[in-house]
């Protein structure tokens, strides 16, 4: 290729590639009443109140004696909640430090359970580091819930509660941190 073309030939396609992007710009800005715009409330549902409320978490330990004076332990945190009225399923969404996930786990129960802490370590330091990883765990990891219901609805989402940390609900309604 002739060296003198080249800058030419540069400078075309930068601008074939500045207006690529102004027009790919103008499509995704196009108002809601044209067709070019996608619809994303099509398939959202319904949000009614009131939240799902009584949220309880807490912290179980399970312990296996291993050979040489080793054991192997996890710690499980568990979040449950009240029935919510005519609800069919739950979904829960996971909630980062960095934002909420936009996945959401969809259950019939009325409890989530997962691994909050594990360690293998001799069997006279106990649970090595169990607090340090749940202080972790509280400080970067919370789940919501909401109740689906029926017709395309959903319930407003519950409070975030943070992984690793306790919560059990007073007689009125308000929670006690653990």
Known sequence: MNLKILPVVQSKCLRLMLLLTLI???V???DGNS??????????PQVVQPPVTGLVSTLSDE???????????????QMCWEPY????????QTVLVEGKS???KRQSDRCFRIQAASN?????????????????????????????????????????????ATHVAESNGQLSHI
């Open 24 to 26: 790919f710009g103008l």
């Open 28 to 30: 995704l800005s196009v």
């Open 35 to 44: 067709s070019l715009a996608a619809d994303t409330s099509f398939n959202q």
């Open 63 to 77: 312990v296996k004696e291993l050979p040489s004076d080793l054991i192997r332990w996890s710690t499980y945190w």
């Open 85 to 92: 009225p005519d609800a069919k399923e739950y979904e829960l």
């Open 102 to 104: 936009p996945k959401l």
């Open 120 to 164: 293998e370590n001799q069997k006279s330091q106990g649970l090595l580091n169990r607090e340090l990883i749940l202080l972790m765990h509280k400080i970067q990891l919370g789940y919501r819930v909401r109740a689906v219901l029926d017709n395309n609805r959903v319930s407003e989402w519950s409070e975030v509660m943070a992984v690793g």
